[in-house]
């Protein structure tokens, strides 16, 4: 059992957390925050490892890891 | 489930004005966890230089002195000097360390002064727009060197760890790099022990961490974390050249 939780409008849509996910399980959302980024989202978070590479290279640390 | 993985309590919980994807809140991130795990945050106190990261005051919640271009090291020295139980770091980029800063840097270094210095290579001058700093790669096309880096004009970018690791009074001195998860907890592990060596009277300790500039590399910023895999590390070797005084 893992999760991970997004502190959305910290967010600025980098895409850095996306291609370091091994599961694969983040992407951009088509929305835009209160900054005008897209937020990274999980979309199965049953697949999260609770592995917190995403939080590790996320610039702004937007990223809670439960495990 | 417990949580594994949140915000350190020496980062301040703010939005940064780091652009998209840049590094600096990655190394701003692992100074902090650094802080919370030796205990000493009521004791730090940051000198800030001029650069993007010139508001890392505002992110870190030590206490802080902003120096002139270049003296965060002279200025730090003056700080450590005056009060010797506190834990001083400077936090500067290589246009304020290795252009502007070179002679405060090598003297620092050189008298052994008790600080921690924290050297983010970026290959530019950030703040003002991309020009060509003494560490732009022979070729790399910036605001100042349209055509690339000729070094018939502008000479061979500087490598300050292995020029520093020369230095007697040095205790501790790496290279790494925060482009990849892996490289990242190995950059965690050389600023915990750049600060331990202060926190136990060893010396002077560097780390030279190379970060991405995704604005002023015009790339975006996951092309970026492999134009540094790519461009920089072959010319920057990622490595510790100093533990406890001895050459590597
Ligand atoms: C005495 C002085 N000269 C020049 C400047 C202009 N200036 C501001 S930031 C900067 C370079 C910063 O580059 P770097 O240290 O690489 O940091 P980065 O912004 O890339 O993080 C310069 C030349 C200044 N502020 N003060
Ligand atoms: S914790 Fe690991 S598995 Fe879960 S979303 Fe982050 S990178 Fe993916
Ligand atoms: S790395 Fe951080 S800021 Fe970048 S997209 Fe992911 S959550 Fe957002
Ligand atoms: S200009 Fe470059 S170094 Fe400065 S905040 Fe933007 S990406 Fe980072």
Redesign the interface.
Known sequence: ???VEFNEE?C?????C???CPEDIIALAARINK?G?HPAQVKEMDKCT?C??C???????V????? | MKVVFERPQALSDVTTHYCPGCTHGIIHRLVAETIDELGILERTIGVASVGCSVLAYDYLECDWQQAAHGRAPAVATGIKRALPDSIVFTYQGDGDLASIGTAEIIHAANRGEAITVIYVNNTNYGMTGGQMAPTTLVGQVTTTSPRGRDTKEAGYPLRMAEMLATLKGVNYLARVAVNSPANIMKAKRAIKQAFTVQVEDGGFALVEVLSTCPTNWRLDPVEALKWLDDNMIPYYPLAEFKVSGEVK
């Open positions: 059992m893992a999760k910290r600025k849509g980098c895409g850095l996306t291609v370091v900054m980024y609770g917190t590479l939080a590790r290279i996320c610039p702004d640390c990223i809670k890891v439960y495990r």
